[in-house]
């Protein structure tokens, strides 16, 4: 049972440069979501989104964009990247119930902007 | 705007005490609290609480919501070195579209 996998757990990128992180999740979630943790702060949302077909934007997500074209993917981009994105990353996904919508996490994506 | 504020910001303890986390919030179209603990990786979820569910217990640990005073709890029992950890609080909304709000949690160490 592989929950939620994101891939590339770690990566250095240069100023300027473009990359994907990676998620799926094979529990058949309709939400999914992108957060960044940065040092001493709590988790900010970066997109979201309540089924395929369909994104929306959370807290911060300038400098960001997701797509999701199927149920299990959810892949995040970040265009020209920056210093200031250098952070930890996890995606997630929840099935909704009547009593609540219990959050399942990724191992994290460690990126370092140099 | 949407608030959770957990305190203290640190704590450290040694092996065998009991320690309380403190999580309070203020969001409008409260659905669910929930704790979560994250070690070197991801979060990992401890509890839920809801308005059907305020109080939740997992072997040594227990958590209670009190919907009056927009806080909860969780409590840790004889603690233990593994439980050094950093513990987050989140508060789930209703907006249309269910959202997550965290605090900044909680970084626990044990000292043996």
């Known amino acids: 049972n592989a929950g939620v996998t994101q891939t590339p757990k770690f990566r250095i990128l240069k100023i300027g440069q473009s990359m994907t992180l990676q998620c799926t999740q094979d529990?058949?979630?309709?939400?999914m979501y992108w957060y960044r943790q940065d040092p001493g702060m709590g988790l900010k949302l970066i997109y979201y989104?309540?089924?395929?077909?369909?994104?929306d934007k959370g807290e911060v997500p300038n400098g960001y964009n997701v797509s999701r074209s199927t149920t299990e993917d959810f892949p995040l981009r970040l265009e020209l990247a920056a210093p200031s994105q250098t952070s930890v990353y996890f995606c997630?996904?929840?099935?909704?119930?009547?009593?609540?919508?219990?959050?399942?996490f990724g191992e994290g994506s460690w990126l370092t902007v140099v | 705007e949407d608030k959770v504020v957990q305190s203290p910001l640190s704590l450290v303890v040694h092996e065998g005490d009991t320690v309380t986390l403190n999580c309070s919030y203020e969001?409008?179209?409260?659905?669910?609290l929930l704790w979560y603990k994250q070690e070197k990786k991801a979060p990992t979820f401890l509890f839920m609480l809801?308005?059907?569910?305020i109080e939740k217990k997992s072997g040594r640990l227990s958590s209670i919501l009190d919907k009056k005073e927009l806080s909860s709890i969780l409590n840790i029992t004889a603690t233990q070195t593994g439980d050094s950890a950093i513990y987050l609080c989140?508060?789930?909304?209703?907006?249309?579209?269910?959202?997550?709000?965290f605090g900044t949690g909680t970084r626990l160490t044990i000292i043996p």
């Open positions: 997630a996904s929840s099935f909704l119930t009547d009593f609540g919508n219990t959050i399942y």
């Open positions: 809801t308005s059907s569910g």
């Open positions: 529990m058949n979630h309709n939400y």
């Open positions: 989140a508060v789930e909304v209703i907006f249309g579209n269910e959202k997550l709000t």
């Open positions: 969001v409008t179209n409260f659905r669910s």
């Open positions: 989104s309540v089924g395929a077909g369909i994104t």
